[in-house]
């Protein structure tokens, strides 16, 4: 049995597990208001807000209803667009998209007012910029984006006056939610439900890959579900080491104290992955496991040399480095019944750099062309430590052990790039498809490659000289 409070309403379904929370919504519970769009997580005409207990408190995320499973909100509060409404007028976030003619078809519309409604909800700084960033996932086909970034702006400024100490009972007597938010903590923890039991032969995390890949697949398949279980996540900082649970999502590391002081632009980098929705629900272990060769985690964690534990289900446990986890396209040093327990690796210190670079045909929300990462140590100019990897250029994620191992003990210079770049160029096999001929995707891997040392080592490596 699946519980949850949809809007306002407690739930009890023996639905089957697989369903996806946007088909449950749309045709068991007949709430047409979240749209049927892409099912690919793009488009954000599905976006819904989920609120969990986190430490004995509520807590919203906005999340795409097409990609995620019904069992991944057992024990949650689950908001549709009709769970916004107030009972005599529009709240804020409605009023201000139509004052702004924000609306033209409206097929979007519930996507954007979610997502504003979310950021109200989660916001402690409501600034027109981080307003932006809460409906980077939602697309609009019609305004051209301007009337509904002037419907983000007056909602935005509507929210100055937040009051942190008692947000819900503040937003729901201002009009940005209805009144029946400040019950929801008391309702859920009354509910008391034991986390989801499932042992499947496939494991699924948030489902932005799985769901995807084999939406069709999904209903037949014998499914394990990991996203909340309690051994899976967490983020465990230990001296220089970060311990990553399987079951963290991207939001977990871009909201990471340790990580946003250790990594100079790690709140950029992250934001270059996807969108809020989905980064609110995309697990780690599933970027990993999905083997893509453009799995722009994966380049990340290739280049901080992560390492990774798996168990099987009898609990025996194996760590091998991410680098020989990919044998070939898909393909991965990985037992049928083991899966990803946790990835660990080591927080660069004052003497590393970090640096990561992606290029797609839309700067957010899309598949890379070719992205890499790299890190470095150095010692008066001298490298004494070098990582780098690749994706989009080959059948797996790349890691370039010829090239790092050339850096080594190099200086930061001009010739000492050109020459990398040779060996660089030796380590990558690009194919021609939707995202690049191979060629260009030689120069993204050349072009990608000077840019991090361009970016990190300002004042020794000019750009002209590189041309």
């Known amino acids: 049995m699946i519980q949850f409070i949809l809007n306002d309403r407690l739930i009890e379904t023996e639905k089957a597990a697989s369903t996806t929370l ?74 201000a998209m139509v004052e702004s003619s924000g609306t033209q078809c409206g097929f979007c519309t519930p996507g954007f007012v979610n997502s504003m409604c979310g950021f109200a909800l989660t916001s402690a700084e409501p600034t ?90 999904m209903h037949a398949m014998d499914l394990e579900y990991l996203f909340d279980r309690n051994e899976l996540n967490g983020i465990i900082i230990d001296g220089s080491k970060c311990k990553i649970k399987s079951s963290v999502t991207v939001t977990d590391l871009m909201q990471n104290d340790t990580l946003l002081g250790a990594i100079p632009n790690w709140y950029q980098y992250m934001k270059l992955l996807s969108s809020t929705p989905i980064r609110n629900i995309a ?93 470095l140590k150095t010692e008066n100019q001298i490298i004494t430590e070098a990582n780098v990897s690749m994706g989009g250029v080959g059948p797996i994620p790349k890691y370039l052990a010829k090239t790092s191992e050339f850096l080594k003990g190099k200086s930061i210079a001009t010739e000492t790039l050109k020459s990398a770049e040779v060996i660089l160029q030796t380590e990558i096999s690009p194919i021609s498809d939707a995202r690049g001929t191979e060629s260009y995707k030689r120069l993204l891997g050349r072009q990608l490659f000077f840019a991090h040392f361009i970016e990190l080592f300002p004042d020794t490596i000019n750009i002209n000289d590189l041309v």
């Open 22 to 95: 946007l088909d449950f919504i749309r045709y068991d519970e007949n709430l047409r208001g979240t749209k049927i769009g892409c099912r690919e997580g793009d488009c954000g005409a599905c976006t819904i807000l989920i609120g969990s207990l986190k430490n004995g408190k509520l807590d919203y995320i906005s999340a795409t209803s097409c990609l995620t499973p019904l069992p991944n909100v057992h024990g949650k509060h689950v908001v549709t667009v009709e769970g916004m409404n107030l009972p005599d007028k529009l709240n804020r976030a409605q009023a």
């Open 128 to 217: 027109y910029e981080n307003a932006i960033s809460a409906i980077d996932g939602n697309i609009c086909r019609c305004t051209g984006y301007k009337s509904i970034e002037r419907a983000t702006a007056k909602f935005s400024s509507q929210l100055q006056q937040k009051d942190d100490k008692n947000p819900l009972k503040w937003l729901a007597e201002n009009d940005f939610i209805p009144s029946y938010f400040t019950e929801i903590e008391s309702r859920l923890k009354a509910i008391q439900v034991e986390a989801y039991a499932s042992s499947g032969a496939v494991p699924i995390g948030g489902g932005t890959d799985l769901y995807v890949q084999k939406h069709e697949e």
């Open 283 to 375: 697990t780690i272990a599933g970027n990993i496991a999905n083997g893509s060769p453009i799995g722009d985690f994966t380049i990340i964690l290739l280049a901080l040399k992560a390492e990774l534990t798996l168990a099987d289900k009898n609990g025996v446990r194996r760590k091998l480095p991410l680098k020989d986890f990919y044998l070939g396209y898909k393909t991965l040093d990985k037992k049928a019944d083991e899966i990803i327990t946790e990835i660990t690796f080591e927080i660069p210190s004052n003497t590393a750099r970090f640096h990561f670079e992606k290029v797609c045909k839309r700067q957010y929300l899309d598949i890379a062309s070719v992205n890499t990462a790299m890190y």
